[in-house]
């Protein structure tokens, strides 16, 4: 019996995707940049699709069925009317976004066609479909309430619904220009930072201030209400009639100007992102608190860029507001590639979900490129790279110690990951009880603003061990403390420090990922899902007595992701990273020639 395959795709905004769900089922997924190596590449995903297919092992002529993840005519119909709502102010913006509507986006049927060769159907789906569909149908739960919070789809900046079974169905809506994830967007460029990739930056600067602009904010710039909806007071933003998020009117509020990107931090940028996190915070709960009330529905799932706020996440998840929450790992527009292709599979063509055999349908979100063993050693040698092969279990010990001895190693196994959290594919790991690792990969190893948090993987068996939390976080999505018994107090004189000043003070046990106020951004790991990334944990516990290592995203910088093997060595070589393990053969900085060219690089891996 021939398999149904559905291809769906993301692309013309920000991280552009692709997904392939095979008889409903989660089949291979992944990001242009990866491929491309263009942070947020948001062009048409073609080496994604190319990537697809071929680990399907199939041709585009065996698609069954291609979604695009929103409606290009809608959104186009919301940037008209924007433009005639604050004409002749937004003239420029509109001049520069026509030329790429009527070159790829608008007619985006016939573009499908034209890029792919393809002659099947082609489908639709709402923005926030696609969101609520990469929440929901991976979960889980045979019910659930769903919340979609992002910048904006077409017109939809945030829903809220119930699933059931095969169905899906939004109950509520708000719609442009009011916007949660265009708020925080908002305070991201105001204190300097890029718009739809530094979001993270403010969360993570967040701890470091005081929350003395949460009052302004609620008094001057949103309206927010008992039930979660709200307004913006859109006095004080530029984005609905040019290309800044904020105007001289934010800028008054809040003291003086924006930040200049790469300048000096200033306290002030510390209050802002804090102020601006617990307002998001307290949104949230509304929210939620709401669609409990409507919905009646014990479990809740979430996607939209604000899903990936772990801090809001973490604090919405204590409340127990809700018995458990799942939130989508790609939740931003990648993961809408992933949600549309599930919601024609489901909604559309009417198929029933599967059962959960052991957690959710999402495998981990490892859903990207592998690399065999057999085709490591091959690279490496043809390459006449130096490296130590190990068995499998002698390589978890020899990492484990080398990890032990405080070394930085980047790591490199199996499926990639699909989303913006490297989860044990695609890491760089290292010691969680040193001091110094933290400083170390921010400044060293990530070039990197050195107050960034780093994130635990910690042993699932064991992570109420470790953190104030009772159930596993298999994908980085969720923040907690640290436990008491680990905590470091802080000194009287210690507690007299301001901002950045808190960043060298230890907090715990575990200081390489514990942030300034204790929390921690918690991956556990499970055997079933990453054997390889559990059993080196494991190996270092039997060396250190610890079952957590610090973990970040393999990639330097303003670079996506590594993806292949070779991507991995460069990286490793132009970084201080101590060593590199692919698959099971370790490779010794030391032991490495110096690069002395690198165009040739990218070769051996390319998808053709």
């Not at 944990?537 to 957590?548: L, N, Q, R, S, Y």
Request: contains cysteine; glycine residues 8%; aromatic residues 12%.
């Amino acid at each position: 019996m021939a398999h149904v395959h559905i291809l769906g795709i993301s692309a013309y905004y920000h991280d552009s995707a692709a997904c392939l769900v095979r008889d409903g089922v989660l089949f291979a997924a992944a990001q242009e940049e990866r491929f491309t190596r263009k942070k947020h590449d948001y062009a048409f995903p073609t080496k994604s699709i190319r990537y697809c297919l071929r680990e399907a092992g199939i041709t585009i002529d065996q698609v069954d069925a291609v979604v695009f993840y929103d409606r290009p005519f809608t959104k186009f119909e919301r940037i008209v009317e924007t433009y005639l709502m604050t004409a002749p102010a937004g003239f420029g913006s509109f001049l520069k976004a026509i030329p790429l509507w009527l070159k790829d986006k608008l007619f985006m049927r016939e573009h499908i066609k034209k890029e792919l060769g393809y002659e099947g159907k082609i489908y639709f789906t709402e923005h926030h479909e696609s969101h609520a569909a990469s929440a929901f149908y991976p979960s889980p739960y045979d019910e659930a309430a769903f919340l979609t919070i992002d910048g904006v789809g077409e017109w939809t900046t945030t829903s809220f619904g119930v699933g059931k079974g095969k169905d899906l169905d939004i109950l509520k809506e708000i719609h442009f220009p009011h916007s949660l994830g265009l708020l925080y967007s908002a305070f991201t460029y105001f204190t300097g930072f890029r718009v739809n990739s530094g979001e993270y930056k403010v969360m993570g600067l967040a701890p470091y201030g005081e929350p003395k602009y949460v009052d302004t904010i609620l008094e001057h710039i949103i309206d927010l209400k008992d039930d979660g909806s709200f307004k913006l007071n859109m006095d004080y933003f530029g984005y609905m009639a040019g290309l800044r998020m904020t105007n001289k009117k934010f800028a008054d509020l809040f003291g003086g100007p924006e930040r200049e990107p790469e300048s000096e931090l200033t306290q002030r940028e510390m209050d802002l992102a804090r102020s601006v996190q617990e307002v998001i915070e307290i949104a949230v709960l509304k929210l939620a608190k709401h669609v409990r009330e409507v919905t009646d529905q014990k479990y809740l799932v979430m996607a939209g860029g604000v899903a990936l706020n772990c801090v809001a996440n973490g604090k919405l998840l204590r409340e127990g507001i809700f018995d458990d929450i799942w939130i989508q790992p790609a939740a931003g527009d990648a993961g809408g590639a992933l949600g549309a292709a599930m919601f024609v599979w489901h909604k559309v063509m009417g198929n029933d979900r599967p059962a959960p055999t052991d957690g959710d349908l999402q495998f981990g979100s490892y859903l990207g490129p592998e690399y065999k063993d057999e085709d490591i050693k091959r690279f490496l040698d043809k390459r006449g790279l130096p490296y130590t092969e190990y068995t499998e279990e002698a390589m978890y010990d020899a990492v484990a110690g080398i990890m032990a001895d405080e070394k930085v190693v980047g790591w490199f196994q199996g499926r990639m990951e699909f989303g913006p959290r490297a989860l044990g594919g695609r890491s760089i790991i290292g010691d969680a009880r040193s001091s110094e690792m933290q400083s170390t990969m921010n400044l060293k190893i990530k070039y990197r603003e050195s107050f960034r948090p780093f994130a635990p993987t910690v042993r699932e068996e064991v992570i109420s061990d470790y953190f104030q939390i009772d159930r596993p976080s298999p994908y980085m999505l969720i923040v907690a403390d640290v436990n008491k018994d680990r905590q470091k107090p802080m000194t009287a004189d210690q507690s007299k420090l301001f901002g950045i000043e808190k960043l060298n003070v230890p907090r715990s046990d575990i200081p390489a990922i514990t942030h300034v106020d204790y929390s921690a951004r918690i991956q556990s790991v499970g055997k079933k899902v990453n054997p390889r990334y559990w059993n080196v944990i494991k190996k270092f516990e039997e060396k250190t007595g610890c079952a957590v290592v610090i973990n970040t995203s393999f990639n330097v910088r303003g670079e996506p992701i590594v993806c292949t093997p070779e991507n991995a060595y460069l990286c490793f070589m132009r970084t201080e990273m101590d060593y590199l393990v692919l698959g099971r053969f370790v490779l010794d900085k030391r032991e490495q020639k110096p690069l002395e060219g690198d165009s040739d690089w990218r070769s051996e891996f390319e998808l053709d």
